[in-house]
């Protein structure tokens, strides 16, 4: 039986409680990781996330908000005491803790030791690696979550919330899915600007100083970025009837968390990282 241990990622990159959320970010985007441990001194503390800044930095109300994210420690923003594994746990075991608390990794600790951390990208390596026999209507969940392209982030991170989802997918007028926005879309790369404040965006107007004179033009400041300017397109489809493990490669690949599932021209269901680790803890 594969245990923790084989599929962990090791060494782990970790922060100190004091440094700035700045810094957190910066390792992110370099490292393309999705998480990093917070420590105080030597001692695991707490976890930061992708998805803790960029649910944070929408929140209005605390003081710290209207604080360049230099000078915001990450302390301020982390999980406390996380939940962690040790090395010789078995695989099902970390998905079951991962399923149950809904979280997408594990530090792993050995005698106090951090030595690595098991997520859930490196449980859909395990399941790649492992089932041969299921399709991805086996394990699809339903309840689509859809957003307008123009809805505002502040309220797709809303929706996201209420409903308990880590993805949405972009609609038209007409409900035609357009695109996809996942807790990647939203990281803190496509919120924050340069001078590390909440990005906004320019458009132009048209006007007319008569009816038959030449147009001008003017800008209208600082509007909120809306879904259609992050989110992903064209929209990747599976089906029901291909392999879960073809479809779980795609999301390796592509790094998503999720494909919609198509069936006779109807998105019927979401192929999510959530239903693979659902399914890993039923193999103990």
Same mark, same amino acid.
């Given at each position: 039986? $594969?245990?923790? $241990? ?43 996330? $992708? ?143 340069? $001078? ?89």
């Amino acid at each position: 039986m $594969k245990k923790v $241990k084989d599929y962990m990622q090791s060494p782990v990159y970790v922060l100190n409680k004091e440094e700035p959320v700045q810094r957190a970010r910066n390792l992110m985007l370099k490292h393309y990781i999705s998480r990093i441990l917070v420590m105080d001194d030597k001692k695991l503390v707490g976890i930061v996330t $992708k998805h803790d800044i960029s649910n944070r930095l929408n929140q209005a109300a605390p003081e710290w908000r209207r604080r360049p994210i230099s000078q915001i420690p990450i302390k301020l923003l982390m999980t406390e005491t996380p939940i962690s594994i040790y090395p010789g746990a078995s695989l099902e075991q970390a998905a079951e803790i991962m399923d149950e608390n809904k979280i997408d990794g594990l530090p792993v600790e050995d005698n106090g030791e951090i030595v690595g951390i098991i997520t859930a990208r490196d449980l859909l390596s395990y399941f790649v690696d492992t089932d041969k026999t299921s399709n991805v209507g086996d394990l699809i969940s339903g309840g689509i979550v859809s957003v307008h392209r123009h809805h505002t982030i502040s309220h797709i991170i809303e929706e996201m919330e209420t409903n308990g989802v880590d993805r949405v997918v972009v609609t038209e007028d007409n409900l035609t899915p357009v695109g996809t926005i996942t807790h990647t879309n939203l990281a803190i790369s496509g919120l924050v600007n340069p $001078k590390d404040e909440m990005r906004t965006k320019n458009i132009k107007m048209t006007r007319k100083d008569r009816t038959a004179g030449r147009k001008q033009y003017r800008y209208v400041k600082e509007v909120p970025l809306v879904a259609e300017d992050i989110m992903s397109y064209p929209i990747i489809y599976t089906h029901p009837e291909v392999k879960a493990a073809d479809a779980t490669t795609i999301l390796i690949e592509k790094d998503i968390c999720g494909l919609p599932v198509v069936d006779e021209e109807k998105i019927v269901g979401f192929f999510s990282t959530r239903d693979i680790i659902s399914a890993i803890r039923m193999w103990s």
